[in-house]
């Protein structure tokens, strides 16, 4: 009897042993196929030539709508289609900032105007500078100084955060609520040093945020930043041109592009995967978010070249806006709502497509253990972590339905460099950094629609 | 008795807690330091700039030297000085391959003279091409076929490898011994696809190792190797002209570079870091390895900064010659011989400036365990594993006297993107990645200095 229970043990363990080993072999399949096929690079490629400046409301955002559409129907889709919304929107059609010296050339910087900062007059806003280095300095300051003004937030990328996310975070309050600030205390424009940790001269632009008192908000770029205040140091009452011209619009009709492939035991269940196509006026946007979007749609054709029979629905949603309004992620969630949808999980690459290095997992930490375990599987390739941590902008919204959010997390190192800069161009795509990234987002799709989050 | 006992124990645990707190906050310090301070980057630009094609007996290899001879001085080393030793070396002027139809004009192809090819008559030599896969079909083809012929070695990287390291490993026979294999069976020259996943226009160079019989050796670029591949299948019978011009030079006066910070309570144990200065004639050697070269020199500044009382001496060896003959590793071995000086341990840096992944240690298991402990401290920083492994080709001979050896290892995604081509220039360089390799050495060898490795 003894022997017999160590006998069945024993073939249990084989069992499982093997079946480890067979799940090696087949995730390393999913690599190879990933590390010899090139779709998705000429996808990106396609995306940051012919489309870029993809931001809401653009006719190139629609062309790159229309371009992964049909990549997804002759990738052999179940389903493919838009989702259709209305949201307000904003564009820029040009901007600039000059230093005006009391004696001298006016020099003009590299800059680019924030979203969603109103215009000002053909002429421009010409006004005095004060450099400040945070929010709570223009309090301090106050009406009294700040008032008739340019405001120049100035404070520079702290460089000793090892995690550049955590470097942003702590810089981009000047960007996300400087101008806002300074309106309330009677500025009259705002200039903010790009959010970034590279000394070049592309402006890195971005949303900011307004009450009902909006000013023309702009960035410029790091050396300029470093130039401008200088100027200051050297001549306190140089004044400043500030120029934007830009438009609100209220309402504009635009999609997200939705491809599925159906499950064959749990089709109603959903694990939604995806990203966001639009990118700001001034970037190709091949990092933010053009990767995303080519590497979480691989993961269709993998699924067929691999003939993998998914127990669930495995659905592509790639958002429109993550950049100005997130009003795609929000659409989704309406959309899910209505429908009465299940989603299982949802996956989000937002981080541009280094080497591979993580994913984080917001959920009950019973959900985060369970795929955590699959980590073993992509340590090979990088996978050094599967952690509680940050979903995503645009799957954001579905927390509200308790739905286990996930992000693919990559080696940050480079991202700001480029991170909605005119310098995010698709030269700067390493073409193995983004296979890796399909054949992890790949394969922890596999393991967690094989294996379930239960 | 027994609450003493537990008194005691709880204070030593405190202590111990608190040593490895004070220790983190020292580490930390020494990245603030690495992330905030930029010496180190430009002197890889200078090296760049002033400097490129540093190979072995050329002018640039020296004022190289020289440059980081002076940066030694004014950094505060103990002692500074260039260790003198003559050795063969090899120079290339020129070369070219053109395919020449049938029918047609001439195609001239990317590419530079594998080192170190003899040279071809003025005029090029011109024959049919063999194309084959490895070395075994050049056996199996045998004399009656190649004789005569140019072969033409084109079997593609691997990029199945997830290491690239590995899919070097697996591809670089063609080159290192394409050649030597090709003449034997009486080849007159050898072609080389450029060993690199990369699919570009950028030959990459290297060494081939030759018998008595040496015969014109040339690497062409992946995307050429794809193009000569296609006209070969369309007129089998298409000839090639291969033409170099290079010189053996029987013997040269070359050095190391030595600088160092003597040890305060050991300083006969010498801790030895460096790397290599020298770089193929073609190349700016930004990653390989004059981000080696940078980075492991910035620990003299770091330890002079943050005023590190070392107790053995920290030697760093500038090494000339890894690419050609790999004779400055073997005369440091013979200094080190004559001088009966006791080497503590060496590490070496020589993958490039990218993030930073691991350290791998080549000694007995012990050591390699002690070094491993260290690695808690490294973590945040990006190091996941410290485990046994390579040691590295310039500190290699020190093996003969038992020393323990290290490797920096990076992420190695990009790194044969550059690797011994012209693509290898400093703009390739990310300052995080290079300071963060420059806070990982430092730290480890500050760990090893005062902690031990027995």
Redesign the interface.
């Known amino acids: 009897m003894k022997y017999r229970y160590i006998f069945v043990l024993l073939v249990l363990m084989t069992n499982l042993v093997s079946a480890q080993e067979d799940e090696s072999v087949f995730i390393k399949k999913i690599?190879?196929n990933a590390?010899?096929n090139q779709q998705a690079y000429h996808n990106l490629e396609y995306l940051c030539t012919n489309a870029p400046g993809r931001l809401l409301g653009t006719e190139n955002s629609l062309a790159a709508l229309e371009y992964m559409k049909q990549y997804f129907e002759k990738t052999g889709a179940d389903s493919v289609f838009l989702q259709e919304f209305r949201t307000p929107a904003w564009k820029c059609d040009s901007s600039s900032v000059f230093i005006l010296p009391a004696s001298g050339k006016a020099i003009r910087l590299h800059s680019d105007a924030l979203g969603p900062s109103p215009s000002t007059p053909a002429e421009g806003i010409m006004a005095e500078v004060i450099e400040v280095k945070s929010l709570a300095e223009v309090e301090k300051l106050g009406k009294e100084v700040i008032s008739g003004k340019i405001v120049f937030f100035n404070r520079k990328w702290d460089?000793?955060f090892?995690r550049?996310f955590e470097g942003y975070g702590d810089a981009v309050d000047q960007r996300a609520h400087g101008p806002e600030k300074a309106a309330e205390y009677g500025a009259i424009a705002a200039i903010v040093r790009s959010v970034t940790?590279?000394q070049d001269y592309f402006p890195h632009t971005g949303s900011t945020r307004f009450n009902d008192q909006k000013i023309p908000a702009i960035a410029i770029s790091t050396l300029d930043a470093d130039l401008l205040s200088e100027t200051l140091i050297q001549e306190p009452k140089t004044r400043v041109n500030v120029f934007v011209k830009a438009e609100d619009i209220p309402e504009t009709t635009t999609f997200n592009l939705i491809a599925e492939i159906k499950g064959n035991e749990k089709p109603e269940e959903i694990i939604v995967i995806g990203s966001h196509i639009d990118a700001w006026f001034n970037t190709a946007g091949a990092h933010d978010d053009g990767a995303g979007v080519v590497m979480t749609s691989d993961v269709l054709r993998l699924f067929r070249e691999l003939n993998i029979k998914n127990k669930r629905t495995i659905r592509i949603v790639i958002y429109m806006d993550e950049e100005l309004y997130q009003s795609g992620g929000k659409a989704y969630l309406n959309y899910v709502k209505e429908k009465a949808e299940k989603q299982y999980l949802a996956l989000e690459s937002d981080g541009g497509a280094f080497?591979p290095s993580m994913f984080t997992v917001d959920a009950q930490i019973q959900v985060v253990e369970r795929i955590s375990r699959f980590q073993k599987y992509l340590e090979?390739?990088?996978i050094?972590k599967i952690k509680a941590g940050w979903g995503g902008v645009d799957i954001g919204p579905l927390k509200e339905i308790n739905v286990p959010l996930m992000s693919y997390g990559t080696?940050s190192?480079?991202y700001f460099?480029m991170h909605h800069s005119a310098n995010d161009t698709f030269d700067k795509i390493?073409?193995?950094?983004l296979?890796?990234g399909i054949g992890c987002i790949t394969s922890i799709i596999y393991l967690i629609d094989k294996y379930g989050i239960e």
Chains 1, 2 share one sequence.
Do not use: K
């Not at 390493?430 to 950094?433: A, D, G, S, T, V």
């Open positions: 690599f190879d590390l010899t460089p000793t090892v550049t940790n590279s080497t090979p390739y990088g050094d080696d190192q480079r460099d390493n073409l193995r950094e296979q890796l």
